[in-house]
């Protein structure tokens, strides 16, 4: 029924970019969150980034060490959510998965209160 497939990841050199795609199938982000989280290896998963919709209006969070840098989208079909990086860093080398809630709705940490469906991770590596 309902995947996320994340791609794009790959390795790249401090100050590179690199654009993450996660696509939907099954399901059409009309209302819900979507996320970007991360995990780097000995440390605890951590929300990068995420899109609300509750209907009406559409809200964006981001982790502090990414704002400025990380730009979290969706396309016009709404089947698609993308994480722009940009002026990467080696400390954003991590395993980055997409997460999506069909309720809406951020926690106290702005990240979706409520995922339940996740993708299988792709892994970004920046190098020194």
């Known amino acids: 029924q309902v995947q996320l497939v994340e791609s794009g990841g790959g390795s790249v050199q401090a100050g590179g970019s690199l654009t993450l795609s996660c696509e939907t199938s099954?399901?059409?982000?009309?209302?819900?969150?979507m996320g970007w989280f991360r995990q780097a290896p000995g440390k605890e998963r951590e929300g990068v980034a995420a899109?609300?919709?509750?209907?009406?209006?559409?809200?964006?969070s981001y982790l502090d060490s990414v704002r400025g840098r990380f730009t979290i989208s969706v396309d016009n079909s709404k089947r698609i959510v993308y994480l722009q990086m940009s002026s990467l860093k080696p400390e954003d080398t991590a395993m980055y998965y997409c997460?999506?809630?069909?309720?809406?709705?951020?926690?106290?940490?702005?990240?979706?209160?409520?995922?339940?469906?996740w993708g299988q991770g792709t892994q970004v590596t920046v190098s020194s």
């Open positions: 899109i609300d919709h509750d209907g009406t209006t559409s809200y964006k």
């Open positions: 997460a999506a809630s069909k309720t809406y709705g951020f926690d106290i940490r702005g990240s979706c209160r409520a995922s339940t469906l």
């Open positions: 099954g399901w059409t982000f009309t209302t819900g969150c």
